[in-house]
């Protein structure tokens, strides 16, 4: 022991010292200083945010020249661009005149974001937090007197909050320079601990925490400092087990390391809090996820990094040592077995977790032929798992042919005939199809790479190799991973190309719109007239809508989320107490833009992407006279796409119908052998109709014609083709 503590502790008692130092400040910093996690954290800044644009809106109300020109419109270019930039002027300006009739006129607005209404401009509070279509801002009026005695109204909105009805990828609900604060707080106007105030002291709003169900956050001054922490307590266990290793034997420091390592990765598994890491994305199941261990691509980084770093001991610490257990011993079998099924083994779990990573990941892409789909962190981490993996299977299956070599001088066939039985055994305990196939060339593989392990001419048993052989075996791993890789995107192209057809074939079938058709019958103009003074009452309203989506549409409740939304006949028609805040011109947009036509009369439906489709109704309810008296909408969307927001981009090109990997693209769609839709985008020559000998025989049949790949699908009176 007191050789151990001399050795060991007194050699690294300044890792220990400083990675406990660094745990300690990471712990102040994140709960004291700097914790992005805490609304403590959030309330300060945003307020501090709001306050300083607030008195930078009043620093700008002090120049009555600028605001004179700017209500004169006689300002400069550079004034204009001065305020219209979004970095120096990150809020919405507006300026008013009001005449003899107290009606307000609007001179001069730097965005076009949002827009004040006069309910707002009549208030009495000059500032106060307001709720708009697209998010929540602070409301700041001011009246200014410029030359001449001319009195302004000068109006700020600072956006505090973007929130959208329809979300999408860009257009993501979320506060203003803090996107992830989202995930742990949210507003209220209940009292809480975080208000966040007014530079008059005015409190606009609260803060309140999420539900531990959220994800936290934790700012990266806090995460570097646990990563050198944590790095610094690896470097003393690697030290205590190189200590294991030279005064007890290299396989006491090898056990030693490996079971320490294992044991340490199970308490992240068992108490996630130890390391609190499920709050990045890199850490979310929704990215990639195969098992309970492999449960997302920051664990399976952080696992190929221990295996790479196990095996990298292992071989450091075995040196030149072989096995020289003599063929006659009892235990000759076992020490040969053992080795060569543990090298089989991690041989199809690697390829496993290959081709899972390829298939199975949501935005972790390998397809080359689309420059851009790797340009995001996860494809960055997806190439340094196959890289450690690579480096980590070689080293080890190095260690593995050096140690038993002595047994197999004059009996190489051995190792071969052990690999081949003990990977059929393996073979035959999978259960899954896909891996069986894979894990068959695999294995053949495996008896490749041992071959040429075994040449001379490529010295893979010998642990110092020449850049030259370096070289090779990069080359042997990057051609065998490349293979997986293409194959894979092959059938994921495929897999995604049935599924394309599936939908197309869906969108021509009229059978769900005919569900939704004979619903929509009883919303005539008869009854909607007669009713449509209900809509103008909150509660007649609610309870009308209620009424009418449970009543008329409860045989089909459990196929569509169904929503009702009905608008006044102003010039800008006003909601008439909807539950989502989405506007006429929203849904009138998506209806005569995104809309294509169905069979059933006012019924369209828009598509989000190549599988998501959703359909909306439009009636104009008109009186006696035929003048309309208000708008009447219902939104159904299919509940298996319930979770896809409603996506309201104008002139949104077909290619995004297409499927990621589905470049170079073009399909047809055939109802009764005639051609009802298609997207041509290289002018490929689809015939107008089909003839009986076209028509394929199976639901799915591939084709080639003049070099390109046809996925033909026959789905009743409806044929699909797509052509690559």
């Not at 004169?72 to 002027?89: L, R």
């Not at 070599?405 to 059929?424: K, Q, T």
Request: aromatic share 16%; glycine share 4%; net charge neutral.
């Amino acid at each position: 022991m007191k050789n151990f503590f001399q050795q060991v502790v007194r050699r690294n008692i300044f890792f220990l010292l400083g990675a406990g130092w660094l745990l300690t400040i990471a712990f102040i910093v994140d709960n004291y200083w700097y914790s992005s996690s805490s609304a403590r954290y959030l309330r300060k800044h945003i307020e501090s945010d709001v306050q300083q644009q607030e008195k930078s809106f009043d620093k700008f109300l002090t120049d009555t020249s600028l605001l004179r020109r700017l209500s004169a419109q006689t300002y400069t270019e550079a004034e204009m661009n001065q305020f219209t930039n979004t970095h120096k002027t990150p809020y919405c300006i507006f300026l008013y005149t009001i005449d003899n009739f107290g009606d307000f006129h609007l001179n001069y607005w730097n965005s076009q974001l949002a827009l004040p209404g006069n309910d707002l401009l009549l208030s009495k509070e000059a500032n106060k937090l307001v709720r708009l279509p697209n998010g929540q801002y602070e409301f700041v009026r001011r009246q200014v007197t410029i030359a001449n005695g001319e009195k302004l109204i000068a109006v700020a909105l600072i956006p505090i909050r973007r929130e959208y009805f329809i979300e999408f990828s860009n257009l993501k609900n979320e506060f203003i320079n803090y996107p992830q604060a989202d995930k742990t707080v949210s507003m209220t106007d209940r009292p809480t601990d975080y208000p966040v105030n007014s530079t008059v002291g005015k409190t606009l709003f609260y803060l309140q925490t999420r539900t531990l169900t959220q994800k936290d956050d934790t700012n990266w001054l806090t995460v570097t400092l646990n990563i050198i922490a944590i790095v610094l307590l690896l470097i003393v266990l690697h030290n205590m087990a190189h200590y294991f290793s030279i005064t007890y034997g290299y396989l006491t420091g090898i056990s030693f390391l490996i079971g320490t390592i294992v044991v340490l990765r199970a308490l992240t598994y068992f108490f996630p809090s130890l390391l609190n890491v499920r709050q990045f994305d890199i850490f979310d199941p929704s990215v990639y996820s195969s098992s309970r261990v492999l449960n997302s691509l920051g664990d399976l980084l952080i696992n190929a990094f221990l295996f790479c770093w196990i095996v990298l001991f292992i071989r450091v610490e075995v040196g030149e040592k072989r096995f020289s257990l003599t063929r006659n011993k009892s235990w000759y079998w076992v020490v040969v077995t053992v080795p060569i099924v543990i090298l089989v083994t991690t041989t199809f779990i690697f390829a496993g977790i290959i081709q899972t990573l390829i298939s199975d990941a949501k935005h972790i892409s390998f397809n080359v032929t689309n420059f851009f789909s790797l340009l995001n962190i996860y494809s960055l981490g997806g190439f340094i798992v196959l890289a450690t993996l690579s480096l980590s299977y070689f080293f080890l299956s190095q260690v593995i042919l050096q140690l038993i070599s002595p047994l197999m001088v004059g009996r190489r066939y051995i190792l071969f005939v052990i690999i081949a039985v003990s990977g059929l055994l393996l073979l035959t305990v999978i259960s899954s199809t896909a891996f069986v196939e894979l894990n068959i060339y695999v294995l053949l593989w495996l008896l490749a790479y041992i071959w040429f392990m075994e040449q001379q001419v490529i010295s893979g048993g010998d642990l110092q190799l020449a850049i030259s052989e370096v070289l090779i075996w990069l080359f042997i791993f990057s051609f065998s991973i490349s293979a997986v890789i293409v194959i894979e995107n092959q059938r994921i192209e495929l897999d995604q190309r049935q599924r394309m057809a599936e939908k197309l074939s869906t969108q021509a079938d009229p059978s769900s719109e005919r569900l939704l058709s004979i619903t929509l019958t009883y919303f005539d103009n008869d009854f909607l007239y007669h009713n449509f003074d209900r809509f103008r009452l909150p509660y007649s309203n609610s309870y009308l809508k209620d009424s009418l989506i449970s009543r008329n549409f409860s045989p089909y409740v459990q196929a569509y989320d169904m929503k009702i939304f009905t608008f006044d006949s102003s010039t800008i028609p006003k909601p008439l107490f909807n539950e989502e805040p989405v506007s006429y011109d929203t849904l009138n947009t998506i209806y005569n833009i995104e809309g294509r036509p169905t069979s059933v009369a006012n019924l369209r439906y828009f598509s989000k992407s190549f599988d998501k489709f959703s359909y909306i109704y439009r009636r104009s309810v008109l009186d006696s006279g035929g003048k309309a008296i208000g708008y009447f909408f219902v939104l159904s969307e299919p509940k298996q796409y319930k979770n896809d927001a409603l996506i309201p981009e104008l002139f949104r090109p077909l290619k995004e119908f297409l499927p990621e990997y589905s470049l170079n693209t073009a399909f047809a769609v055939y109802s009764n052998k005639r051609l009802v839709n298609y997207y041509n985008e290289y002018q490929y020559q689809f015939p107008t109709q089909l003839s009986d000998d076209a028509i394929p025989k199976n639901e799915f049949e591939r084709r080639r014609r003049n070099g390109y790949d046809e996925l033909w699908y026959k789905d009743n009176q409806n044929v699909v083709i797509i052509s690559r």
